[in-house]
């Protein structure tokens, strides 16, 4: 299979790219299997989460068929309309660098907020976790809380260019590569764990433990780069 190893930059958009001009060059034909999600990462020197955001990216374009369990698909593109040069891959910024860099950015603005931060900041975690889990109860995706919680820790850092920042990571969940990771992956069993883990950053910030609170928002966001980087098989859609 005449696939090159890739240089670690923006990896799922080169491996996009690759297997987008394989497939127009007919290599992979309409109906046929794309190679295992294992099989692609070994032969382009790459992670299989970095092949699955490419595989997702390619899903969004139109060019491919995700069936859980079953594999991926190439699909009939004689009908559709040309997609841009670089597709959806080419524009949207890849979900597990925005939860890479989450990592570093909200690290620093949890242990700045258990510095520094008010009662009222507090407070408004608080109320950030119980609208978390108010919805939750009802069976509904608690977006919103998990958005005012980490936008009430970076607020407690009173720094404006850190506060935009953060919004811009949440802002880049809405693109379509991103909203459909959360699709796959996020169940409200995961939600579940992930508000415990959201309990935990608040206790370290109220005890005003710097260290503490960025370890525990080391820890959630390294437990959410490993929930969308789950087997295909333990997701919802199986």
Request: with cysteine.
């Amino acid at each position: 299979m005449p696939l090159q190893t890739l240089a670690p930059q923006r990896l799922y958009r080169q491996i996009a790219e690759q297997l987008r001009e394989l497939i127009g060059k007919g290599e992979f034909a309409v109906g046929a299997r794309i190679p295992a999600e294992r099989d692609l990462a070994r032969q382009l020197g790459v992670s299989r989460p970095s092949v699955r955001e490419a595989l997702i990216a390619l899903e969004v374009e139109g060019w491919v068929e995700v069936r859980t369990g079953s594999g991926v698909y190439v699909l009939d593109r004689s009908s559709r309309t040309p997609a841009p040069p670089n597709g959806a891959a080419g524009i949207e910024w890849g979900p597990l660098e925005i939860i890479r860099a989450r990592r570093m950015v909200e690290g620093e603005t949890a242990a700045t907020a258990a510095q520094y931060g008010k009662r009222k900041d507090v407070d408004a975690m608080r109320r950030a976790i119980r609208m978390m889990r108010e919805l939750a109860a009802r069976n509904e995706v608690p977006h919103e809380g998990d958005r005012a919680f980490h936008l009430a820790i970076v607020n407690a850092c009173d720094n404006v260019v850190l506060t935009e920042t953060v919004q811009g990571f949440w802002e880049s969940r809405h693109g379509p590569i991103f909203a459909r990771m959360i699709d796959y992956f996020e169940t409200m069993e995961s939600w579940q764990v992930a508000i415990g883990e959201h309990e935990l950053i608040l206790e370290a910030i109220a005890a005003r433990d710097p260290a503490a609170a960025r370890s525990a928002m080391h820890e959630h966001m390294d437990k959410f780069h490993q929930r969308f980087s789950a087997s295909w098989r333990r997701t919802k859609a199986s």
